[in-house]
């Protein structure tokens, strides 16, 4: 990675980081509410992987989504406000946290149900593949979804029909409170893809170099061969899975030492090693970051409500449907 680009991973971390930081703030003061799922520890993974694709590149992933959401291309200011649950979401105040998304960014989601994206994303390659676009799809669920049998079925249908989808299994040990050792008889993550001859690889997730290095391998193999490939990061989330959960599951030893592997850490330290990044440039990388994260969050409180004569837009069944009432 030049320069530049370890410059640019080192910002979009930051700015993931301190939005996530904002973001449960501002759930303490009750401005955001419902589920919220950080993804402080982990952004390498999303700031790694997206700087690689095309802007043409689908995206789908998880409710733990802000990251791919604004690494893709969806502004601060309609993320805050669809998390405010305002009508300038992205969602238009609609999904919350949970259901980011956007076509124009060709950011699909954002999705509550685990694995939900990834059958999905089947659906969006065989339509890029028919219409002969050469747009990639990249897949991010947690190891959570590799226990689910949509996943297996995906799995097989991707390799067998092949779909060009990178999966990205963010492995950050837990679901929920449930461990991979405990929950799995297959913990090698690698191995279970490769059961359904797909090429696959893991990577360190807290290293945003392996990051970038395995990607970009994965996604060449896809461009070539127009086939799908599966790569594991091992990771891990420093914070709860929700705003709800006492952790009961996880010492504080354990979380405190993944601490020290922290990606944005380390990605500074070698940068100043190699004498190119200053405290100044960290000082104006704040300064920016928040000024942004400042702008959307007054963007997203001065946004209005959904006015309610508008509850019935966009649903599939009206509520006042006659037929359906007589039939109640
Ligand atoms: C089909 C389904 N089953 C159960 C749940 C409840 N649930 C929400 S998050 C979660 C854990 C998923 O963990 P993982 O896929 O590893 O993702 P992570 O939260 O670690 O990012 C579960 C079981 C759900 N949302 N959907």
């Known amino acids: 990675m030049d320069t530049s680009m370890q410059m640019k991973m080192l910002m979009d971390m930051r700015r993931v980081r301190k939005m996530e930081e904002v973001c449960a703030e501002l759930y303490t003061k009750e401005k955001i509410r419902g589920f919220l799922h950080l993804y402080i520890g982990q952004e390498a993974v999303a700031a790694g992987v997206i700087n690689l694709l095309n802007a043409k590149d689908n995206v789908i992933a998880t409710y733990r989504e802000h990251a791919h959401a604004l690494l893709k291309g969806i502004s601060s200011r309609a993320i805050m406000a669809e998390l405010f649950g305002r009508i300038d979401g992205c969602s238009k105040g609609r999904g ?4 980011l998304y956007s ?4 950011f699909f989601g954002g999705g509550a149900i685990v694995a939900s994206g990834v059958p999905q994303s089947l659906g969006l390659a065989m339509a890029s593949k028919r219409l002969k676009e050469r747009r990639r799809t990249v897949c991010f669920f947690g190891e959570g979804a590799m226990a689910e049998g949509v996943f297996h079925e995906s799995m097989n249908i991707a390799s067998l029909w092949h779909l060009p989808v990178l999966f990205c299994c963010e492995n950050n040990l837990y679901a929920m409170g449930t461990s991979l050792m405990r929950s799995q008889s ?13 090429e696959a690889n893991r990577v360190d997730g807290m290293n945003i ?3 970038v290095e395995k990607t970009k391998q994965a996604l060449e193999y896809i461009d070539r061969e127009s086939k799908p490939f599966f790569l594991e990061f091992q990771t891990y989330r420093f914070r709860p899975h929700s705003m709800y959960d006492p952790e009961k599951y996880r010492g504080k030893a354990e979380v ?7 990606p944005i850490e380390a990605l500074e330290k070698k940068m100043k090693e190699q004498n190119i990044l200053s405290d100044e440039q960290l000082r104006d990388m704040d300064r920016q970051i928040d000024q942004e994260l400042r702008d959307a969050v007054i963007f997203a409180d001065s946004s209005a409500l959904e ?22």
Not at 103 to 106: G, Q, S, T, Y
């Open 256 to 262: 405190e030492k993944w601490k020290t592997r922290c």
């Open 186 to 198: 297959q913990t090698d993550l690698v191995k279970r893809a490769q059961v359904y001859v797909m």
């Open 103 to 106: 076509v124009e960014n060709r």
């Open 96 to 99: 919350g946290s949970m259901h």
């Open 209 to 211: 170099f392996d990051v």
């Open 307 to 328: 006015i309610s004569s508008d509850l019935e837009k966009d649903v599939f069944a009206p509520m006042k449907d006659q037929a359906y009432e007589t039939h109640l």
